[in-house]
């Protein structure tokens, strides 16, 4: 009898242990960008210029404008498909985020946020999409 409640127990235990790893998981995809502190005050190498605002606006043409929409507002064809808010690059709140955390973003990714470290290999391209994205009028 005592062994047998010892098993349920560790069964339950268990249960919960994958219950509470399932939900941290769940979390780190739908939750809050964990940024490295680093990126905070990571300074953009790549100077706002016509050029470089150019630049990346064909890359986010290319790459980003099919989920987060023409203007940034996270209304582009795809963001109906997705079961996640693509974000609205015009808000105060997002453009009070750094450069180096917005280019934190652009490269590692999260949840159904690609990391384009890959597909924007050089790092200065996705700084470049950086300098475009601060364009979006503030709201
Ligand atoms: C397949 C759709 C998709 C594509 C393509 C995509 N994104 Fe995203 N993006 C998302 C989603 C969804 C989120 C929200 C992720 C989350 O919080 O879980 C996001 C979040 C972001 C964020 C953070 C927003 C915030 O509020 O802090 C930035 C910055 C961003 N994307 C930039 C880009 C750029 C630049 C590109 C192109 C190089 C791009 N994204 C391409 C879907 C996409």
Known sequence: MKSLQFKL???SVGMFFIFSLSTMLQA???G???IPAKYKTLKNPVAVSKESVADGKDLYSKHCKSCHGTKGLGDGPKAATLDASCSDFSTKKFQA???GEIFFQISEGKGKMPAFKKNVPEDNGRW???NYIRTQAVK
């Open 32 to 34: 809050a960008w964990n």
């Open 97 to 99: 985020q750094t450069d």
């Open 9 to 11: 127990m560790t069964v």
């Open 128 to 130: 470049a999409v950086v």
């Open 28 to 30: 780190q995809t739908a």
